[in-house]
T-cell receptor, first 114, second 112 residues
Framework: QKEVEQNSGPLSVPEGAIASLNCTYS??????FFWYRQYSGKSPELIMF????GDKEDGRFTAQLNKASQYVSLLIRDSQPSDSATYLC??????????????FGKGITLSVRP | ETGVTQSPTHLIKTRGQQVTLRCSSQ?????VSWYQQALGQGPQFIFQ???????GRGNFPPRFSGLQFPNYSSELNVNALELDDSALYLC???????????FGQGTRLTVV
């Protein structure tokens, strides 16, 4: 069973701070990594994806991938109250000869205090 | 807006009944995946369709079935509904099975 683990949270940060969200995955064959944001009662919204080791920046968001340590993280700079949501880490894995599927963590709830 | 649309948005069914949920994929996308999300949990993969064929299945019983049409829209069918089937059902479309997937707004199914 391929697993994706996220800190249970919730995580609370003051407005303007950096929020750091972490995720580990169990299978070294995992190939692509995604962060989704989900507001209460809504569907997940893709905010970042990363395929290679290192950092990928998009505006206030930075995704970091370390395949050797099997973790992926999301940094949110200058956090805003509108960033308050549940953040889902998802990992795509395609074993040899089999079909790929996206495996999600349980998510971590972020609260940004004004 | 992702361009992925699902219908209906909400549904109430009685235990033992059957339900069909529908999904229109984003223009240009040929792959549709279905997920079940229980309250407080991450989405769980049900199955994926690529070019009208099932391309992978999660740990769900056979009473969960689906199909994909030539225009790449898709249906999820659930037979013999159980109370535990109450959840948010999400459809995601992508170009191929390794690229970024975009979700529709979901269908909230309540089984009573």
């Amino acid at each position: 069973q391929k697993e994706v683990e996220q800190n249970s949270g919730p995580l609370s940060v003051p407005e303007g701070a950096i929020a750091s969200l972490n995720c580990t995955y169990s299978d070294r064959g995992s190939q692509s990594f995604f962060w989704y944001r989900q507001y209460s009662g809504k569907s997940p919204e893709l905010i970042m994806f990363i395929y290679s080791n290192g950092d990928k920046e998009d505006g206030r968001f930075t995704a970091q991938l370390n395949k050797a340590s099997q973790y992926v993280s999301l940094l949110i700079r200058d956090s805003q109250p509108s960033d308050s949501a549940t953040y889902l880490c998802a990992v795509n894995y395609r074993p040899e000869g089999a079909n790929s599927k996206l495996t999600f963590g349980k998510g971590i709830t972020l609260s940004v205090r004004p | 807006e992702t361009g992925v649309t699902q219908s209906p948005t909400h549904l109430i069914k009685t235990r033992g009944q059957q339900v069909t949920l529908r999904c229109s994929s984003q223009s240009g996308h040929n792959t549709v995946s279905w997920y079940q999300q229980a309250l407080g949990q991450g989405p769980q993969f049900i199955f994926q369709y690529y070019r009208e064929e099932e391309n992978g299945r999660g740990n769900f019983p056979p009473r969960f079935s689906g199909l994909q049409f030539p225009n790449y829209s898709s249906e999820l069918n659930v037979n013999a509904l159980e109370l535990d089937d109450s959840a948010l059902y999400l459809c995601a479309s992508s170009w191929g099975f390794d690229s970024e997937a975009f979700f529709g707004q979901g269908t909230r199914l309540t089984v009573v």
